[in-house]
């Protein structure tokens, strides 16, 4: 598995924090494992959109989403998928903004994601660690230190300056956290204030999700699955 470099994520700001995917502070990778290229999906036409984005009743309200604004390849749905990852597997193509979670009989349940400059600087194996709603935001030391306007926008939470879980806060809904050899990786799989940014590449961050996918997701991964994020001539063009 690759070592991971701290990267201080810069120049940001909480009103920029749902373009920054506040709390990721990635890390760069040295080297990783092969990964067996994956074979091209069924092209959008093929089969329906499974994902519903209506509002939804949660600890916070969720808003819906008008998915006229989001191209609908991006949108959640089952799709055939050969891969040599076992079912249960969450498989990131950052390079094509997909996420998808390996299921028995050769299909996937396919979501678009938001990826960040940092989403393009690792690749390689890691865990699912932990997993919380609507998570708090921590953003990192060198942030606070660059942009001392956001300080009067944090209080202090548990484990120190930040942002408490709820509908203002950049992790949205739902967060899944990625470790690696037993450390934090500081990746977060995570929902989004910005759901119209599916499918782009954002300013900065880790990968980004529609809450109401983040949650479908949260829902059917467990905490311990493995997690590959391809990289180089694996992810697409």
Not at 63 to 88: F, M, Q, W
Not at 128 to 142: H, L
Request: with cysteine; hydrophobic share 35%; net charge positive.
């Amino acid at each position: 598995m690759p070592n991971l470099d701290r990267r201080a994520v810069l120049g940001l700001s909480l009103a920029g924090a749902a373009l920054a995917l506040g709390g990721c502070k990635p890390r760069t990778t040295t080297a990783s494992a092969p990964v067996t290229p994956i074979a091209p999906a069924t092209p959008v036409t093929a089969y329906a959109s499974t994902g519903t984005y209506g509002p939804v009743s949660d600890k916070f309200p969720i808003g819906a989403v008008d998915t006229s604004k989001i191209n609908p390849i991006y949108l959640r749905r089952e799709v055939p998928y050969s891969t040599p990852h076992a079912p249960g597997t969450v498989v990131i193509d950052p390079r094509e903004h997909f996420l998808y979670y390996v299921q028995p009989g050769g299909t996937a349940m396919r979501y678009g994601v938001g990826v960040g400059k940092e989403g393009f600087g690792w690749s390689g194996s890691a865990t699912i660690n932990s997993k919380q709603e609507w998570p708090d935001w921590y953003p990192p030391k060198e942030m606070i230190a660059r942009r001392p306007d956001i300080k009067p926008q944090l209080s202090q939470l548990q484990s120190g300056l930040g942002v408490a879980g709820g509908p203002s806060n950049p992790l949205g809904a739902r967060a899944m956290y990625l470790w690696q050899n037993g450390k934090d990786t500081l990746y977060r799989i995570h929902g989004t204030l910005e759901p119209y940014s599916i499918g782009t590449n954002v300013s900065s961050g880790c990968i980004r999700m529609i809450n109401q996918d983040a949650i479908d997701l949260y829902n059917r991964v467990p905490v311990g699955a493995k997690v590959v994020v391809l990289g180089g001539s694996s992810a697409g063009a």
